[in-house]
């Protein structure tokens, strides 16, 4: 039982775009109260961090030559800028597989 998630956020150089999400994303989850650890890092950087997401947020663009293995929760993005809506994606994934997280 876990009563916290860890969600990554994956963009091309980890620096601008995934940054962003984070908070913005971070800040929707606590109003939902969901308890999460949120990182962000690179494309390149993702395979080193993928064993402690439980929640893995990418752009949909980059999806393409990524293989995921069928029990990773995998999140799409078309709009990383969107945080109530990702947050709601993540929230979905929460009640489902980590009820314990929400407070």
Known sequence: ????????FVCGYGMGTSTMAELMVNKSLKAKGIS?????????EM????????????????????EFKPEEHVIPLVNIMDG??????????????????RK
């Open 84 to 101: 109530a809506g990702i947050a709601e994606k993540i929230g979905g994934i929460v009640d489902e597989y980590y009820p314990e997280a």
């Open 36 to 44: 999460a650890e949120v990182k962000h890092t690179s494309l390149g």
């Open 1 to 8: 039982m876990k009563d916290s998630v860890n969600v990554l």
């Open 47 to 66: 395979g080193s961090m993928r064993d402690w997401a439980d929640i893995i947020c990418i752009l949909k663009k980059f999806l393409e030559g990524v």
